[in-house]
């Protein structure tokens, strides 16, 4: 009777540890590809295009941002982070980046502008009006 006991417990044991195994190594690499993917893909976005623009397709602050290069006639390479499966992972880079998480998130031949209220001050300034002339 105890070693029925005794293989049970061990046959418990050995599936508790091939099941936290499995979830380990099978859960952690496609975080880690998911993370990277979307890092890599915001990377390109900023320094493949002359103007970089992280919005949400219903939010006012974006479509006034919007407005304003529009009426620069700058047109933006626009990711709308709602529209994309990956928004929310591509949000969280932009945090890590620029330690906010608040959109628009806009850059300009690979500088950090900021958001619709920095991008105001910046042609406001003349900033943007000189960072375009760089490209």
């Known amino acids: 009777m105890r070693s029925f006991q005794l293989r049970g417990v061990v046959v418990v044991v050995v599936v508790v540890v091939a099941v936290v195994g499995l979830l380990l190594l099978g859960h952690i690499p496609k975080e880690v590809k998911a993370s ?3 890092s890599a893909f915001v990377q390109n976005a900023i320094y493949s295009n002359k103007i ?3 919005s949400k397709s219903y939010c006012p602050y974006c479509l006034r941002a919007k407005g304003i290069l ?3 006639h700058e047109q933006p390479f626009v990711v709308e982070l709602d529209l994309r499966d990956d928004g929310a992972e591509i949000q969280d880079v932009l945090l890590d980046l620029v330690g906010r998480h ?3 998130q806009i ?3 690979g ?3 900021g958001g619709s ?3 105001k001050a910046a042609v ?3 900033q943007l009006q000189k960072l375009l002339s760089t490209s």
Request: hydrophobic content about 40%; glycine content about 4%; charged content about 15%.
């Open 36 to 38: 990277n993917s979307a």
């Open 52 to 54: 970089a623009f992280f």
């Open 70 to 72: 529009s009426e620069l």
């Open 102 to 104: 608040t959109v628009p």
């Open 107 to 109: 850059f300009v031949n």
């Open 111 to 113: 500088k950090h502008i």
């Open 117 to 119: 209220d920095d991008l």
């Open 124 to 126: 406001q300034s003349g």
